[in-house]
T-cell receptor, first 114, second 114 residues
Framework: GENVEQHPSTLSVQEGDSAVIKCTYS??????FPWYKQELGKGPQLIID?????GEKKDQRIAVTLNKTAKHFSLHITETQPEDSAVYFC?????????????FGPGTSLSVIP | EPEVTQTPSHQVTQMGQEVILRCVPI?????FYWYRQILGQKVEFLVS????????KSEIFDDQFSVERPDGSNFTLKIRSTKLEDSAMYFC????????????FGPGTRLTVL
């Protein structure tokens, strides 16, 4: 089935710096890649997503890139703020083994130090 | 903004007891899901549900689990005879369309089996 790997598992950055989280997926049939932010005690909240017909997408301080050939996708957060501190999950969905479900990566715990 | 709600927020039960976790998906959504997250681990897919039947389930979703949409608004997950290893956060999600449509997650129910 689909397997999503994510690195790093923990990340600490100074406020104002950028943070980058990288993911890989195994099933070439996956074509939808959401990113979720999970704050302590809460459910995953979608922050941005990208579909396979697009290589890059940006929303204010957040951007995602997708390399379908290499099966890599990344989350970039610029000008980080303390409220960005949370666990971030990349995920894959679409056809093939990830049909009708979202397959999550193991998560990255991001700490933004004021 | 519409959101997925879940009750209760925390459920404590004795091993062997039955529990029912409740969810109210976003009102115009047609696809419903349950996921679980064991403490410190990734979010795992359990089951997807559409048109009053299960469309996909994982190997975790064995005969002890069942789902139901008893009326036009609620979506429930029943665990017939709870085990210690069922202790986890359980998240309900819903989406308007299938597979590559965004899934919106509820805040979760923390299930503790003693």
């Amino acid at each position: 089935g689909e397997n999503v790997e994510q690195h790093p598992s923990t990340l600490s950055v100074q406020e104002g710096d950028s943070a980058v989280i990288k993911c890989t997926y195994s099933d070439s049939a996956s074509n939808y890649f959401p990113w979720y932010k999970q704050e302590l005690g809460k459910g995953p909240q979608l922050i941005i997503d990208i579909r396979s017909n697009v290589g890059e997408k940006k929303d204010q301080r957040i951007a995602v890139t997708l390399n379908k050939t290499a099966k890599h996708f990344s989350l970039h957060i610029t000008e980080t703020q303390p409220e960005d501190s949370a666990v971030y999950f990349c995920a894959a969905s679409g056809y093939g083994a990830s049909y009708d479900k979202v397959i999550f990566g193991p998560g990255t715990s991001l700490s933004v130090i004021p | 903004e519409p959101e997925v709600t879940q009750t209760p927020s925390h459920q404590v039960t004795q091993m062997g007891q039955e529990v029912i976790l409740r969810c109210v998906p976003i009102s115009n959504h047609l696809y419903f899901y349950w996921y679980r997250q064991i403490l410190g681990q990734k979010v795992e897919f359990l089951v997807s549900f559409y048109n009053n039947e299960i469309s996909e389930k994982s190997e975790i979703f064995d005969d002890q689990f069942s789902v139901e949409r008893p009326d036009g608004s609620n979506f429930t997950l029943k665990i017939r005879s709870t085990k210690l290893e069922d202790s986890a956060m359980y998240f309900c999600a819903s989406s308007l369309a299938r597979s590559t449509d965004t899934q919106y997650f509820g805040p979760g129910t923390r299930l503790t089996v003693l």
